[in-house]
């Protein structure tokens, strides 16, 4: 089992920035790759970014290019989401998961944090 505690969500004004954190614990050697997604209220899940756990190869969604970078520690088992220009399009909760080799589906997951944008 994978344990993931999200951090650094809140109140941002428009064009500002937010540094999402991810603390993991448990079976960190039985992950393949990490990823953040969002989901807005009355919307669907979203992938925003993802990256693997031993080689570090990132892959973003459209809505986060140039905007947000995902990164990791491995030596502290964290993963971060760095995000800037944020809109209020980009409302929403946010959350870490991790999935394991071989497996698609996110198979862990963090409780999520609040990112409110205001204008």
């Known amino acids: 089992q994978v344990q993931l505690m999200e951090s650094g969500g809140g109140l941002v004004q428009v064009g500002g920035s937010l540094r999402l954190s991810c603390a993991a614990s448990g079976s960190i050697s039985s992950i393949f790759a990490w990823g953040w997604f969002r989901q807005a209220p009355g919307k669907e899940r979203e992938f925003l970014a993802t990256i693997t756990r031993d080689s570090g190869r990132t892959t973003y969604a459209d809505s986060a290019k140039g905007r947000f970078t995902i990164s990791r520690d491995n030596a502290k088992n964290a993963v971060t989401l760095q995000m800037n220009s944020l809109t209020p399009e980009d409302t929403a909760v946010y959350y870490c998961?991790?999935?394991?080799?071989?497996?698609?589906?996110?198979?862990?997951w963090g409780q999520g944090t609040q990112v409110t944008v205001s204008s």
């Open positions: 998961a991790a999935r394991r080799p071989g497996i698609l589906e996110y198979l862990y």
